[in-house]
T-cell receptor, first 112, second 116 residues
Framework: GDSVTQMEGPVTLSEEAFLTINCTYTATGYPSLFWYVQYPGEGLQLLLKATKADDKGSNKGFEATYRKETTSFHLEKGSVQVSDSAVYFCALGNTGGFKTIFGAGTRLFVKA | EAGVAQSPRYKIIEKRQSVAFWCNPISGHATLYWYQQILGQGPKLLIQFQNNGVVDDSQLPKDRFSAERLKGVDSTLKIQPAKLEDSAVYLC??????????????FGQGTRLTVV
C-alpha cells in the first residue's frame, strides 16, 4: 500500500543553518504531496504542498520539490530560526481514496 | 473561515471506562478523518468518512472503537472500554475530498486522552 518514509530525528541545528529533511514515498498513481508542521502544544498545520511532478511547494522560507523519478519530496530551508523548532510530517494524498497518509515525523530543534 | 472544531481538548479516564470525542468539520467538506497520534509517532488513520458513509476503517479496533457521522456533518468517536494503550491525541481532520487537487486535510486541535 501507499506509504511515506522520512528521516528519523531529532535534528538539532544552530540558528541560520541550512535544513534538509528527507522524505520518500511509495504510491500508486500520482499522489499529492504535503509537509505538515506541528508546533509544541498545537495541532497539525499544512506547511506546503505540491500536486504534480516537478511542482515546488513553498511557504515561510521552506521549499520542497515533487520528484517523481526519485519518489522524493525533501523539505529544505536556507536559514532556520529558533521559532522553526517543531515536528515536521511528510504526507501524501492518496488518489484512490482521497486520504492522507503520514510519515512518522521528524523533530527539529533549533538553538540560538 | 472556521476551522475544524473538536471537544473536549483534554480527557482523563480510568481504564475500562468509556469516552466520546466530538468533531465538527469545515463547512462543505465531504471527507472527515479520525486519526490517532501516539506520543512520538505520526498520525495513524482510524476511520475515514465520505459524507456519512465509511470509506476506510481498516485500522479501527472495532471491538472497542466506534464512530459515526450522522447527516454527513458532525462526527463522534467512542472508545468503550478504554485501555491504557489508548492514551494518545485523537485528531479530527476534514477535506473537500472531491478530487485529487483537494486531498489537503485541515486538522482540529485534537483531544488528548490519558487513560490511567
Amino acid at each position: 500500500g501507499d506509504s511515506v518514509t522520512q528521516m528519523e530525528g531529532p535534528v538539532t541545528l544552530s540558528e541560520e543553518a541550512f535544513l534538509t529533511i528527507n522524505c520518500t514515498y511509495t504510491a500508486t498513481g500520482y499522489p499529492s504531496l504535503f509537509w505538515y508542521v506541528q508546533y509544541p502544544g498545537e495541532g497539525l498545520q499544512l506547511l506546503l504542498k505540491a500536486t504534480k511532478a516537478d511542482d515546488k511547494g513553498s511557504n515561510k522560507g521552506f521549499e520542497a520539490t515533487y520528484r517523481k523519478e526519485t519518489t522524493s519530496f525533501h523539505l529544505e530551508k536556507g536559514s532556520v530560526q529558533v521559532s522553526d523548532s517543531a515536528v515536521y510530517f511528510c504526507a501524501l494524498g492518496n488518489t484512490g481514496g482521497f486520504k492522507t497518509i503520514f510519515g512518522a515525523g521528524t523533530r527539529l530543534f533549533v538553538k540560538a | 473561515e472556521a476551522g475544524v472544531a473538536q471537544s473536549p481538548r483534554y480527557k482523563i479516564i480510568e481504564k475500562r471506562q468509556s469516552v466520546a470525542f466530538w468533531c465538527n468539520p469545515i463547512s462543505g467538506h465531504a471527507t472527515l478523518y479520525w486519526y490517532q497520534q501516539i506520543l512520538g509517532q505520526g498520525p495513524k488513520l482510524l476511520i475515514q468518512f465520505q459524507n456519512n458513509g465509511v470509506v476506510d476503517d481498516s485500522q479501527l479496533p472495532k471491538d472497542r472503537f466506534s464512530a459515526e457521522r450522522l447527516k454527513g456533518v458532525d462526527s463522534t468517536l467512542k472508545i468503550q472500554p478504554a485501555k491504557l494503550e489508548d492514551s494518545a491525541v485523537y485528531l479530527c481532520a476534514s477535506s473537500l475530498g472531491r478530487d485529487k487537487l483537494n486531498t489537503e486535510a485541515f486538522f482540529g486541535q485534537g483531544t488528548r486522552l490519558t487513560v490511567v
